[in-house]
């Protein structure tokens, strides 16, 4: 009896079979990791820029600014560093990144209901502006509540 434990324990090991955490993400989610890795880049790039005379047009979910250590600004760059943070998570399977990227969801949702229903007061003109991001957002966190647990349970193959 002694002798089986160790071999069932062995072909245990070959019936696990592992697989990246990447192939656990559609092919949008990938696509967007892309897109906001480089989003990230641009962010801080923005930040540093901000101490020179170059004034870079920011925006995102309805907050828009030409400078960027304005409250606007400073909200845009800190959502597109996180957004750069998560997407690199992903993409390189960290343990984090489906905790980032639903509070990167969560937050992105929260920003752009409060740009549609609060900003339009504090603007010039009364418009209220439908975000489409919403379409992609509210998708991105219902994936990740569906893959959270096998991204938990994968260990990465190099």
Known sequence: MEQTKPIESAFNEFEQTEIRRRKLLPWWIKFFCWVFML?????????ILGFTNLKPSLALYGFESNEPFSINGLIVIIIGLFKG????????????????GKIDAIVG????????????????????TIRLE???????????????????????IN
Request: overall charge positive; glycine content about 2%; some cysteine.
């Open 39 to 47: 989003f990230g880049f641009l962010a801080f790039v923005c930040l």
């Open 85 to 100: 943070v998560t997407a690199f998570a992903l993409w390189f399977e960290k343990e984090f990144a489906i905790q980032f």
């Open 109 to 128: 949702i929260i920003a752009c209901v409060f740009a549609m229903l609060v900003l339009p007061f504090f603007q010039e003109g009364f418009n209220v």
């Open 134 to 156: 919403l379409i992609l957002l509210i998708p991105f966190l219902i994936k990740l509540n569906k893959i959270q647990k096998p991204w938990a349970a994968k260990r990465v």
